[in-house]
């Protein structure tokens, strides 16, 4: 089993505070939509390059041009990204 912290309302160094510490009980640190929305990739990069041992999933919710968009976010450091389907 693997502990997952949602990051989606705090700033970047609010984040990396709480990861500090919280030491090694953190496995995956999920980079929230808000957060991707109001900074961009900027703090899955950050987080993964003061985190390595962490994964850091890249909460995107990608509907359209999935390889492109998922591309982007492992370029930047994202271990995981998340994707949505819709069927009728």
């Known amino acids: 089993m693997k502990l997952q912290a949602a990051l989606d309302t705090l700033t970047l160094e609010e984040c ?5 510490k919280a030491g090694h009980s953190i496995d995956i640190a999920e980079v929230g939509t808000p957060f991707i ?3 961009g990739m900027v703090p899955v990069q ?3 390059m003061r ?4 994964l850091v999933l890249a909460d ?3 509907m359209d041009a999935g390889e492109y968009e998922a591309e982007g976010c492992f370029k ?7 994707v949505l389907g819709v069927s009728y």
């Open 46 to 48: 950050a987080l993964k």
């Open 16 to 20: 990396e505070e709480l990861l500090e």
């Open 51 to 54: 985190f390595p041992d962490i």
């Open 37 to 39: 929305l109001k900074e």
């Open 60 to 62: 995107t919710k990608i």
């Open 76 to 82: 930047r450091g994202a271990d995981i990204v998340t």
